[in-house]
């Protein structure tokens, strides 16, 4: 097994990590610049004019981004567009030329719409209804969190075609912004603030030609791309991990106390080796789960695997340093408690960590 990146996957790096530079040094141009440089249509096929990137490049784009400091909030609706909204509609085969110009462009964001209030990892608990009535659907119901709403021209919508069979009576819906559908005001979350999640209610008079596959076929859809989401977006916490862990080194190395820097005390050394670690052996698991897939192969084990194996590190590495640096770390505006705040979401959103043991176990009795 090789395990060095290509020359082009070097370069897609290298370029990724260029571009992470200038976000962080201008984050309120978030946004714009990502679009800029053809992020938003980063997996768009090659036929329709986008880069064609396979998932294990995007999760490279994604972790040298992070790594250079770009606001995680930021990438992270980056990559639920790229891995939920866009990737429902390359599932099912819908993505066509004038929306791929729109991504081109930067200016079509696609936002998942999927939790509930009552409705998260169980989708049998959907109440968002879709009737059909002769030729067109009227969806009704409410999203309670969906990543990007606010700045989204069009919404993945999943509702319930037969509501007597549970899960397997749903369906998908792409909808455009503005037909039935009305953003309420932004939620104010602990961290990945810019990510910019809202609520949602639906009363949207839809054709049928805007439901996503066959009626029912919305819990295959939705698994696939959930397997893709958990393979490839956690990798903004491998780049959050990698940043934190060299400007933990480097404090230590300049910190002084008892006449020695921090650095040689072994209870500093040994809590960085230990990051180094978790670093390594999670971003092996998330390169795995993308270049399973890439090869289109059943990987929904192993993109739990690296979900959960990632994000619980990223949460213990960025409260490790919030302590490491002292005093320091727990400024309220300061760089490791913002990274920890961005942390303790990893483990909850794309599915809790709890539903990815579910998943790993399910697939060992299985065989």
């Not at 260029?18 to 938003?40: F, I, K, M, T």
């Not at 930067?106 to 879709?130: M, N, P, Q």
């Not at 180094?276 to 289109?296: H, V």
Request: aromatic share 6%.
């Amino acid at each position: 097994m090789d395990f060095a990146l290509s020359g082009a996957q070097r370069a897609a790096v290298a370029r990724a990590a260029a571009l992470g530079a200038r976000v962080a040094a201008r984050p309120a141009e978030a946004r714009s610049l990502l679009a800029a440089d053809g992020l938003y249509a980063l997996r768009v096929p090659r036929k329709l004019g986008g880069r064609g990137a396979s998932l294990l490049d995007s999760a490279l784009t994604l972790e040298a981004l992070a790594a250079e400091g770009a606001p995680l909030g930021e990438l992270f609706g980056l990559g639920a567009h790229l891995f939920g909204g866009l990737q429902t509609l390359l599932e099912a085969r819908r993505l066509d030329r004038a929306t791929a110009r729109e991504l081109l462009a930067g200016r079509h964001l696609i936002a998942h719409a999927v939790t509930e209030t009552r409705a998260g990892s169980d989708l049998s608990a959907v109440a968002c209804a879709a009737r059909r009535t002769g030729a067109s659907y009227r969806v009704t119901g409410r999203k309670s969190f969906v990543t990007g709403a606010p700045d989204a021209r069009s919404f993945v919508v999943y509702a319930k075609t037969s509501p007597r069979d549970g899960m397997f009576g749903l369906s998908a819906f792409w909808i455009p912004a503005g037909t039935g559908v009305r953003v309420e005001r932004g939620l104010k979350t602990m961290g990945l603030r810019s990510a910019h999640p809202a609520p949602v209610t639906l009363d949207a008079r839809v054709p049928a030609s805007a439901r996503l596959g066959r009626e029912g076929e919305g819990r295959e859809l939705f698994r696939r791309v959930i397997t893709v989401e958990r393979a490839a977006l956690p990798a903004i916490f491998l780049g959050q991990m990698r940043r934190l862990i060299s400007a933990t080194l480097r404090f230590s190395r300049e910190r002084r106390q008892f006449s020695k820097p921090l650095l040689d005390n072994q209870a500093v050394s040994h809590k960085i080796a230990e990051h180094q670690l978790l670093l390594e052996q999670s971003r092996l698991l998330l390169y795995r789960a993308c270049w399973l897939l890439d090869r289109g192969r059943e990987a929904g084990r192993e993109a739990a695997l690296a979900k959960w194996a990632v994000t619980d590190a990223a949460l213990r590495v960025a409260l490790d340093c919030v302590q490491l640096h002292g005093a320091s770390g727990v400024l309220e505006a300061g760089e490791f408690a913002a990274a920890l705040r961005d942390a303790v979401g990893g483990p909850i959103l794309s599915g809790t960590n709890e539903i990815q043991k579910e998943i790993v176990v399910a697939s060992l009795r299985a065989g």
